[in-house]
Structure formats: C-alpha cells, structure tokens
C-alpha cells in the first residue's frame, strides 16, 4: 500500500486531528487510537524506551483530546458545584481540583481535572466521554444563567524529571514557583497559553495548554528546539508508569457503572456539604450501604507480558469469576507484571490470590498495595 492510500485508510474526517498532528508525523508517530473523538499518538517505537524517557529525562506528549468544555456566566460556579461530589467551595482563581462527574445514580461520567480561570469562568480538562453534551443537557434543566462550549484549547505534557529545567528554559524562572496543581495564563512570542502544574504521568510535570489552534506547529517547534538539547524527547503517555501510578483511566479502568466510593475516592465525595449535585442521594445510599467491590492492585506471575492488556481478564477463585483486571503490564523497574482490577469486596484484602484468564493463559495473581511506585506521590509534588 502506498503511503497515500494508507493515510486514506487510516485518517479519516469524522475523527479530528490536533494542531499538534503533523508534528507527531514528523518525529515518527507509528500508531495512534481514538479519544474524545480524535486522535491520540499511543506509539514512537518501543514503549519501554518511552518509559525510560519519561522517568529518567522527559517527554513531549500530543495530548490535544483532553478536551475542554468551559463553563461561564452568572451562575457557573454555582453550576459546576452541581455537576461534582466535590465541594469546590475553597477553589481559588489559579488553581486545578482533580473532580469527578457523576450520575443521579452515583456512577462516574467522566474524571476530569477542573481548572478556575476567574471566579465564574471554568474549563474541565475531559478524560475520554462527551460531558460537552452532558453538560448542556444538564444546563437545560438547571434554570442557571451559565454559557457552555468547547474552547479552541489543546494541550500538551512536558513530564519528566527534567521538565522543570525545560519550562524555566522556555517561560523564565517563575515557573519554579509553581505550585502543584496550579496555573497561570502565559503568552510565548504571541502564543497564548495556559500553564499548569498538571500531567497524567506520575512524575514532574506540566501542561501547556494552547489557545489558539493555527499556532500550534510553531508552539510545537519552540519547545522542542528549547528542549532537546536539555533532554527532551517526543513520546506518548506511559501504560507503565500511570499503572505503577495507580492512576485512574476512564473506560478501561471505570466507567458509569462505577462509583467513587468503590474506586477509592472518597476523600472526593463531600456528602455533608450545603450545595447540593447530580447524585448525592444515590452516593448517600451507597455509601451507607457499603461497596461490593473495590479497585485493587495485583501483581500478575509468569513470565513479562509482552503486551499490556487489550480487554478485561476475569479473575477467578475456582470456578466462581470474583472481578477482573483492567490494565496490565510488565514494569522493567519493578522487574514484575503490575495490575489494576475490580474484585468483590470479599476478596479485596491484600495478600488474597487468585487466578487470571489472560492472553497469556491461567495466571496466577496476588492482590498487593497501590500504587506500585512512589505512593506518597513526591516525585509529582516535588
């Protein structure tokens, strides 16, 4: 097939493409996938080359299909506090919150991390479902004075132990000062930005969040001729690390008919505060009632998988099917395939085995501790 035909085969246009998309061409983007309606690069060559960067340099991911939907108007602030269990009350202008959207009957939506750009002027930065309509259906019903859309904002993450040094390169020696979970609003030679201290990585790292499509191959080109010399290389966000994270992926890890309190986020569900939110009786009862399963870490026997999971791997003890994993992977720095899964409550506990229908075959599994690595989180706070 010649490369024409297969760029026809492959690229069509009911799927969009970043600004950033043919810059990944360049640098050798061998594979990609599909979310929030768009194409994501998933490949550079050898994911554990990708990880060794990640963790031991950084690298500069394509991550445009986090999309936005921006909330603003008289009520917005009143209006998002509708859409999450977390209480939001004390979210400052400048600062990101980790929130998830739920159902009338607790079940998650979506995970997004919620930005405050000014005190009724909002954008959640979407993990892979469509709140955009969610949204706008809920806005319907909700009789608030809010406008809802999708800005003209894609980002990128620099993550890795020598993105600091990049982004002071890049943006001046502020970016230091630059706290977790925060942003500002930036312009680099014209391009607006907005910076944040943010990444679904794990590690060090930021996201540069474009706001202005047509510039994004330049945007692309200044940060990589300010980066490679210090150590930056073009990837794609790591399977290995966000497992040994424990962090969280919508649809392959949870998707609605999972609730907050079974995935271990409790923490992020306030149910004694005065603002009400879609679902906060069902996430009452649920919580009274106490979880049937719970998400879990597992560590997977055998030998290294020589592919992370392409579907759910039930999990049994004897006969009787007690959850499954959701993702897998071989970790080259833990030497041991890692998991994540849901497992009936009564087989939760740490040191419980079981046995797995994997590709592989029957393997054996324990359910151990997570995250796998740096469970304080210090090297993301650092």
């Known amino acids: 097939m010649s490369d024409a035909n297969r760029r026809d085969a492959e690229f069509g246009c009911q799927i969009r493409k970043s600004p950033f998309f043919a810059a990944t061409e360049r640098h050798g983007c061998t594979g990609y996938s599909v979310y929030n309606h768009m194409y994501i690069p998933r490949s550079f060559g050898d994911p554990e080359a ?4 990640l963790v031991n340099d950084a690298i500069l991911c394509d991550v445009s299909v986090e999309r936005q939907v921006e909330i603003t108007g008289p009520d917005a602030a009143r209006f998002v506090q509708m859409l999450t269990p ?3 009350s004390s979210c400052e202008v400048g600062q990101c919150k980790y929130v998830f959207i739920t159902s009338a009957e607790g079940g998650i939506i ?3 991390v919620l930005l405050r750009l000014g005190e009724n002027h909002f954008w959640l930065s979407l993990a892979d479902s469509d709140v955009l309509l969610w949204a706008k259906g809920v806005q319907i019903h909700s ?3 809010v406008s809802i859309r999708e800005p003209d ?3 990128l993450q620099l993550q890795g132990p020598r993105s600091r040094d990049i982004m002071c390169a890049l943006f001046g020696d502020w970016v230091q000062d630059l706290r977790y979970y925060r942003f500002v609003e930036f312009e680099l030679d014209g391009i607006p930005l907005v910076i944040s201290r943010t990444g679904w990585s794990s590690e060090l790292g930021y996201e540069i969040f474009l706001r202005d499509s047509a510039r994004g191959d330049a945007l692309w080109q200044r940060i990589m001729a300010v980066g490679e010399p210090l150590g930056l290389h073009v990837g794609h966000t790591s399977t290995i690390r966000r497992i040994e994270g424990g962090m969280l992926s919508y649809v392959t890890d949870m998707t609605i008919e999972n609730n907050p309190f079974e995935m271990g986020w409790e923490r992020l569900v306030d149910l004694d505060m005065s603002a009400d939110f879609i679902g ?4 009452k009862a649920i919580r009274n ?3 049937r399963r719970r998400f879990v870490g597992m560590e997977i026997g055998g030998a290294p998988l020589a592919h992370p999971n392409g579907q759910h791997w039930p999990v049994r003890v004897g006969e009787k099917v007690i959850g499954k994993i959701t993702s897998a992977v071989y970790s080259p720095r833990l030497e041991k395939n890692i998991a994540l899964g849901v497992l009936d409550i009564a087989h939760c506990e740490v040191g419980t085995q079981a046995k797995a229908e994997t590709a592989y075959g029957q393997l054996q599994v324990t359910v ?6 740096d469970p304080a989180k210090a090297i993301a706070t650092s």
């Open 50 to 53: 990708n990880f060794w960067h």
């Open 86 to 88: 977390r209480d939001l």
């Open 110 to 112: 979506n995970d997004p």
């Open 143 to 145: 009789r608030l004075d």
């Open 153 to 155: 904002v894609s980002p």
């Open 280 to 283: 906060k009786a069902a996430l």
């Open 289 to 291: 009632a106490g979880v």
């Open 368 to 373: 151990v501790p997570k995250p796998f690595f």
